[in-house]
């Protein structure tokens, strides 16, 4: 934990109980919130799989995964999930979710090569979802749309928490993301 930074000085306006609450606050209002805008339905993440399953995404090739034997399946090796991104598309599948439809998940993992800091932990409590579109919906406008509809779902969840932890003293978001292509971006800053 040697990248670990904290301010000089700090002091959480909340204590160590009312930071958890905050943190589950957060969690549950932010999925509802996901949920509705996106037509999301929550599916359970698996914890760990079978290597010659292919499902493990083994993110840039170097993580070791956490690996055990399961005693009830004669000491059959499984590997604590890194990534679902190919889980995700095979469920999907699986559970049979239509065109303009999607699943999210909360994924637990460990990450045992992760290079701790304020944001990175061996301990991975992430969210993920995947939505299921056509060729067609691949447009600009299409996306613009998705991302004003994660936004928003962001700001009410900051809007609650606000409400509920005022000492917070929460940042206020913009319900209207900015957009800049690369091309914008490549002709601002030529040399970068």
Known sequence: ????????????????????????????????ALAKSLHLTR????LF?????????NLNGVERPVAFGIKEQEDREVEIVHSLAKWKRYALKKYG????????TDMVAIRRDEDVDNIHSIYVDQ??????????D???????????????AVCSTA??????????????LTREPTFI???ELEDLYPDL
């Open 127 to 136: 969210w993920d979802w995947e939505k299921v579109i056509t060729a067609k």
């Open 159 to 172: 809007d609650e928490l606000r409400w509920k932890f005022p000492e917070l003293k929460a940042i206020r």
């Open 181 to 183: 292509t690369t091309q």
């Open 49 to 57: 799989v079978r290597p010659e399953s292919g499902l493990n995404d």
């Open 138 to 152: 691949r447009t600009l406008p299409f996306l613009q749309e998705t991302v004003r509809d994660i936004v928003d």
């Open 43 to 46: 599916v359970s993440a698996p």
């Open 97 to 104: 979710f239509a065109h303009g439809e999607g699943l999210y």
């Open 1 to 32: 934990m040697n990248n670990l930074q904290i301010p000089e000085n700090y002091h959480s306006p909340l204590t160590i109980r009312e930071t958890e609450v905050a943190i589950k606050e957060v969690k549950d209002h932010f999925e509802r």
